[in-house]
């Protein structure tokens, strides 16, 4: 089956740095992706909306310029959360819809827990 | 834009007995997809069922049923024969056909099943 592949799983990052996650598909094309966050004990919460050789859609409230997102080919797209701050400590997860058009649902990646000391 | 919600913060069931989970929705589209996944503690997202919302024929896989009620705007998960492996929290989502077809999800339900 199609398989999204998200690395890495986990990274400890310094406030004021940035943090770089990716996101593949492994099996095939990804022309949207989309990036979620989930704090402890909630449920997902969309971020933006990744198209492929276009800029992102974010959602209400989520800062552009802080959470950049790439989607340069049809298989990777990248998140960078720049000037981390302890408050963007959280679990991010990514998902990919392919090319084709058979209603199959999302797939997801491992996600990526981030912490910012 | 769509809601979905979850009313069952926590469930809990025997093990081998029957649960069910509920799940309400409500959207503006017509043509849309509902979806039921499973994040056990590995937190990876894993989809248990879906139902197309235009198919009245309620969706199966093995142990897990739904129970779709197009005009309530529900759409219920039941899971027969519970077994250890199935505690997890269970998110509810609805996708749109149109548009970006993001996933919306419900704040979910935790299952834990009692030995």
Redesign the interface.
């Known amino acids: 089956g199609a398989v999204v592949s998200q690395h890495p799983s986990w990274v400890i990052c310094k406030s004021g740095t940035s943090v770089k996650i990716e996101c593949r598909s492994l099996d095939f094309q990804a022309t949207?992706m989309?990036w979620y966050r989930?704090f402890p004990k909630?449920?997902?919460?969309?971020m933006a909306?990744s198209?492929e050789g276009s800029k992102a859609?974010y959602e209400q409230g989520v800062e552009k310029d802080k959470f950049l997102i790439n989607h340069a080919s049809l298989t990777l797209s990248t998140l960078t959360v720049t000037s981390a701050h302890p408050e963007d400590s959280s679990?991010y997860?990514c998902?990919a819809?392919g090319t084709w058009r058979d209603?199959s649902?999302?797939h997801?990646g491992?996600?990526t827990r981030l912490t910012v000391t | 834009a769509q809601t979905v919600t979850q009313s069952q913060p926590e469930m809990s069931v025997q093990e081998a007995e029957t649960v069910t989970l509920s799940c309400t929705y409500d959207t503006s589209e017509s043509d849309y997809?509902l979806?039921w996944y499973k994040q056990p503690p590995?937190?990876?997202?894993i989809?248990v069922i879906?139902q197309?919302a235009y198919k009245q024929q309620n969706a199966t896989e093995n142990r897990f049923s739904v129970n779709f009620q197009k005009a309530a705007k529900s759409f219920s998960l039941k899971i027969s024969d519970s077994q250890l492996g199935d505690a997890a929290m269970y998110?509810c989502a609805c996708?749109s056909?149109f548009g970006?077809?993001?996933?919306?999800?419900?704040?979910?339900t935790r299952l834990t099943i009692i030995p």
């Not at chain 1, 909630?42 to 969309?46: A, G, I, T, V």
């Not at chain 2, 590995?42 to 997202?45: F, K, V």
């Not at chain 2, 970006?100 to 979910?108: A, D, I, Q, V």
């Open positions: 949207t989309f989930q909630q449920s997902l919460m969309l909306t198209n859609t679990f997860i998902s819809h209603n649902p999302l997801f491992n996600g | 997809y979806f590995s937190r990876q997202m989809l879906r197309e998110f996708k056909n970006n077809e993001k996933l919306t999800f419900g704040t979910g």
